[in-house]
């Protein structure tokens, strides 16, 4: 375990970087990520931060983030809590009817909405024209969205850095799958395994896990046991 | 998070995420009528001919401010046979089948701002400018004895002393005894006296008054 690249964390903002000694970071499909970190200095509340994971000489920019708040436990020690703001960008109002309109049109618009770009993963998929009176916010337009065109597998997925909303009609990533390596592998439990911390190893990723294709749901960071769990999606939902 | 520190803002995002429809979609809404589509096409599911044009209204009956007006909303009829589109300015209720945003309908008018009088067991077809009963084979208006069946007594009892005219001075084979002009005369004295109860019924048709409603 100990030859396991150090994994560094970092929130970087307009002017500074905070380097973050602890960190528990949980990502999960459709959902907004969510970090506990302790800094060495107090941050601001309510800033936008970029959360940067170094790797390999790679530093990752995973996402936005919003802090939620900072309290200091002891010297120089800050408890930070911040908050993708993915739950904003679902709670904005949407009432648009728009008739005659496919998946990727309703999508588009509702993407258009908050000035992000829908990009289309996977096989595209068939949908009978529909006419649609969305009324309420962008979180029910994509349930209805959902429903109205019989989605099963398809899952969409916020970009915030890239100002892109993806649709992804397998459920995850289109890449080809990784094998999760044995020497990364720590244990196994109920409907995942824990590994070493890999940046890479994101939710919509999909791996090859006891020779299977899995596609990553859940993954939580925790910097005190060097640790990552990886929960696979599944299939049956 | 557990469930104290649940809170009711939570609590809704979670009943929404598990019931979708919920939001919004399971409420019967006022609406006002702008527009009424006219002209024959076939109803389809994804280009209703039945359609109209709507403004979302709040509880009190103001326009809904918030919503833009809602275009080639479908409209529902009482009965397959009624059709019946309500007015620019009429308030309907509007609700979405299956909790879907793609099945808005119209589903009944409402008679607010109208001047009304309800009569207990009855039907009433009144106020509209134009009224089209048609039947594609039989068209009965009244009960029983008393139909109007599109004057049917009438013409078969007319045929038969037409038929007698005709036969009149005539001889014939067989030695029946042939209509003469007293049996004639008494058979119109019949159709005379029973003219009324043969073709009339309690149905008046008329035209109304084109006075304004209120």
């Known amino acids: 375990m100990t ?68 309290s200091q436990i002891a010297k120089e020690t800050f408890d930070v809590v911040a908050l993708e703001p993915v739950r904003q960008i679902l709670d904005v109002e949407f009432t648009e009817q728009i008739r005659g309109v496919n998946l990727e049109s309703s999508l588009k618009s509702i993407a258009a909405t908050v000035g992000f770009s829908l990009k289309t993963q996977g096989a595209p998929l068939l949908t009978k024209p529909q006419n649609m009176m969305f009324i309420g916010s962008i979180r029910n337009a994509l349930d209805q969205v959902w429903q ?27 890449a080809s799958p990784v094998e999760i390596p044995m020497d990364y592998f720590k244990q196994e ?29 859940i993954a939580r960071t925790d910097s005190k046991t060097r640790s990552m769990f990886i929960t696979f999606a599944d299939k049956a939902l | 998070m557990n469930a104290k520190q649940l809170t009711l803002e939570n609590l809704k995002g979670l009943i929404l995420r598990l019931f979708p429809g919920l939001a919004g979609y399971h409420v019967f809404r006022y609406a006002i009528i702008k527009k009424v589509h006219e002209g024959a096409s076939v109803d389809l599911a994804i280009n209703p001919a039945m359609k109209v044009d709507l403004q979302f ?45 793609s099945t808005a309908t119209v589903i009944a008018v409402l008679y607010l701002d109208r001047l009304v009088q309800p ?26 004895e008393d139909q109007a069946v599109l004057g049917n007594e009438l013409v078969s009892a007319l045929q038969t002393i037409c038929d007698k005219i005709v036969a009149l001075g005539q001889s014939d084979n067989w030695g029946a005894p042939l209509p003469t002009l007293t049996s004639v005369q008494t058979d119109l004295e019949i159709v005379k006296q029973t003219l009324a109860d043969s073709i009339l019924s309690d149905i008046k048709i008329g035209r109304g008054t084109d006075a304004p409603l209120i």
Not at chain 1, 148 to 174: C, N, P, S
Request: aromatic share 10%; hydrophobic share 35%.
């Open chain 1, 3 to 70: 030859d396991h690249p150090y994994v560094y964390c970092r929130l970087e903002t307009r002017d500074k970087i905070y380097e973050v000694t602890d960190y528990q970071i949980h990502q999960e499909r459709q959902r907004p990520t969510l970090a506990k970190m302790t800094l060495k200095e107090p941050i601001e509340k309510g800033i936008n931060v970029i959360l940067q994971v170094g790797y390999l000489n790679t530093v990752y920019r995973i996402t936005f983030l919003k802090t939620l708040s900072c």
């Open chain 1, 148 to 174: 109205v065109f019989e989605l099963d597998q398809a899952r969409w997925a916020m970009m915030l850095l890239k100002q892109e909303f993806h649709l992804l009609t397998a459920g995850k990533f289109i």
């Open chain 1, 189 to 217: 439990f109920e409907g995942g395994v824990e590994t070493n911390i890999v940046p890479m190893f994101r939710p919509y990723t999909p791996v090859i896990w006891n020779g299977t294709e899995e596609i990553i749901d």
């Open chain 2, 57 to 101: 209204c709040k509880h009190d009956f103001s326009v809904d401010n918030t919503h833009k007006v809602k275009r080639n909303v479908r409209l529902a009829g009482s009965s397959e046979f009624i059709q019946a589109p309500p007015n620019e300015g009429t308030y309907v209720l509007v609700h979405f089948p299956y909790w879907m945003c």
């Open chain 2, 119 to 144: 009569e207990k067991d009855t039907i009433q077809i009144r106020d509209a400018k134009n009224t089209k009963i048609s039947a594609k084979s039989e068209l009965i208006l009244g009960e029983g």
